[in-house]
């Protein structure tokens, strides 16, 4: 099937945008991968057509900056994008139900089990957007009731991703704070009849509700439950050997509603309470109750626990307690990187990652290593919006956002991956002076040309004898042989002159005599199908120009037909994104 004039347009577009964001050279996969997203129609017949979209990318990248820019305006590449960037960007989030300005209250209740991610920020960015647009408040809530998964340093690692977002609460709590009254419901809704101290077996709990059979221990006397009421706070009872469920109805088809639990006796330490306590409740029971003394006016929570609403509503009417209006939206995590501790504890445990902020997971910490940038995120999840459907984009989605951030304070500099030595037969050796970047006002440099220079060995491969490639920034060279040293093979060519000419491949390139090793540490996806995927980390140990050594640790870096890159230390770079 060959390409119609409408795709070769699209096609079109899509190589010169990407020439341009490159500095001049459009960069064959990257382009391919965009006209499958753009036009999965074509996914099918993919491999008939590479061979024609070579073509479009050599003819594009055969021509200098200036003319691709030239060509970009006149076939309005950058228009609809822009367009599209400012509709996403002037998008916002739906009005809350009965939302009052200046009295709503949001809240973001984190457990400080594990370290924050990007679902996190996802509920994170919605409770501070609504509060802001109503003109209320936020709380950073700890939901820290089950001392066997929480520890201090959550709390700080949570507090430091949130101040590197950019939220900022209007108070800080902890569950925790309340356990004494938490307690006091707690023996409220039990002596009401509202619950009841079970003592089952955990296996024979399971089992009931499975059936939806009641519990023997829903029919005690009054004065039976009153005292094991007493004996669950006093210490009496050991860990597991009872609990206060909720009296729901075990014939509801809503398993939540099937005498839930509500408090558990935990022996262990407490990170703010230590051991003086070990009566606590679950998040069913200690939500919804500080939900409504906390004065929460809208409580909003993943899909996860929509099933749990009835719960949530059910306790505060036992107790006779203000009811927030409650919200869901979709959790969110990235194809291939999921959120889940259960995936990723092993791994940061096993060594098979080098830890909690390795650039591989969707951790803030890691978010940030690599260099995604806080306002990429929130630009991002503003575009998501507060859907029910399932969130589950790929990286490229949030890749997006950072590219149009980063792209203007990035500077454009040469790194090559494989090296393969190239010797001029008739060089020009003088000091040429490169721009940083193409259009931002990021200065220049000077670099020492010589009769030894590299190039990658991807574009060494691709040379036949006779053939000419262009040295990007500086002239033409034409193969004369290969030949051999004791060390290895390097390529014997001929300058042949600045001239600008159609169809010949432009390759970036480092020289010997103004180089430095640098080492790119390249993520790919963590799981492939479901398994950890063993071949995500790559590292290229290539060299660049040596200006790279004077770049500030933290800076962004592009270099030329490979991607931007994050300065981790001297002489080392984090890959973020083509």
């Not at 074509?42 to 061979?51: C, D, G, M, W, Y």
């Not at 006091?184 to 059979?213: E, F, L, P, W």
């Not at 909720?246 to 939540?256: D, K, T, V, W």
Request: net charge positive.
């Amino acid at each position: 099937m060959a390409l119609d004039d409408t795709i070769q347009q699209v096609i079109k577009k899509i190589v010169l945008r990407n020439a341009i964001e490159y500095g001049g050279s459009a960069k064959y996969d990257t382009v391919i991968s965009k006209v499958v997203g753009l036009r999965p129609d074509l996914r099918p017949t993919i491999k008939e057509q590479i061979p024609l979209i070579k073509k479009i990318v050599d003819e594009v990248n055969s021509l200098d900056l200036a003319d691709q820019e030239k060509m970009a305006s006149k076939l309005s590449v950058f228009e609809n994008v822009h367009k599209a960037a400012k509709r996403k960007e002037e998008a916002k989030l739906p009005p809350l139900q009965g939302a009052i300005m200046g009295k709503v209250v949001t809240r973001f209740p984190p457990e400080p089990n594990g370290y924050p991610h990007i679902g996190h920020a996802k509920a994170a960015i919605i409770d501070q957007e609504y509060a802001k647009m109503y003109e209320g408040k936020l709380i950073l809530r700890f939901d820290d009731t089950n001392p066997l998964n929480e520890q201090l340093k959550y709390y700080d690692a949570i507090k430091e991703g949130l101040e590197w977002l950019g939220i900022k609460p209007d108070l800080v709590k902890n569950t925790s704070d309340d356990i004494k009254l938490l307690q006091s419901y707690g023996m409220k809704i039990v002596s009401q009849g509202d619950a009841y101290v079970c003592t089952c077996k955990s296996d024979d709990i399971h089992s009931m509700r499975a059936k939806g059979v009641d519990c023997p221990c829903r029919s005690l006397a009054r004065s039976d439950y009153i005292t094991r009421l007493e004996r669950f706070f006093d210490g009496s009872f050991e860990q597991n050997e009872a609990i206060i469920r909720f009296r729901g109805n075990m014939s509801e088809q809503n398993s939540a509603m099937r005498d839930p639990t509500l408090f558990r006796i935990i022996d262990a330490d407490h990170p703010k309470l230590g051991r003086r306590i070990r009566a606590f409740p679950t998040y069913d029971f200690a939500a919804p109750v500080e939900d409504s003394l906390d004065g929460v006016t809208h409580a909003m929570r993943t899909k996860e626990y929509e099933l749990r609403n009835a719960l949530y509503f059910s306790v505060l009417r036992s107790l006779g307690l203000r009811e927030p209006v409650l919200l869901e939206f979709s959790r969110l995590e990235f194809e291939g990187m999921p959120v889940s501790k259960r995936k990723l504890k092993p791994l940061v445990e096993g060594g098979l990652v080098s830890g909690w902020d390795d650039p591989r997971l969707p951790t803030l910490a890691a978010l940030r290593k690599r260099g995604i940038l806080p306002e990429a995120i929130h630009k991002f999840v503003l575009s998501l919006g507060i859907s029910l459907a399932d969130t589950k984009p790929p990286f490229e989605s949030l890749e997006s956002y950072n590219r149009k951030l980063i792209d203007m304070i990035s500077l454009r500099l040469f790194f090559v991956k494989h090296p393969v030595e190239i010797r001029i037969i008739n060089p020009i050796l003088v000091k040429i002076e490169l721009k940083n970047h193409p259009t931002a006002q990021l200065g220049t440099r000077n670099v020492q040309t010589s009769d030894r220079i590299y190039i990658d060995r991807a574009d060494a491969d691709r040379l036949k004898s006779g053939q000419e490639i262009r040295l990007m920034e500086l002239y033409n060279i034409r193969l004369d042989e290969v030949a051999q040293e004791k060390d290895g093979d390097y390529l014997r060519v001929i300058n042949t002159g600045q001239e600008i000419k159609p169809n010949i491949p432009k390759v970036q390139w480092v020289s010997k005599d103004d180089m430095v090793p640098f080492t790119v540490i390249v993520p790919d996806k963590l799981f492939s199908n479901e398994e950890f995927n063993k071949n995500s980390l790559h590292t290229y140990n290539g060299i660049a120009e040596s200006y790279a050594s004077k770049v500030r640790v933290g800076s962004f870096i592009q270099f030329v037909r490979f991607g931007f890159c994050r300065l981790q230390t001297n002489g080392v770079a984090i890959y973020t994104h083509d």
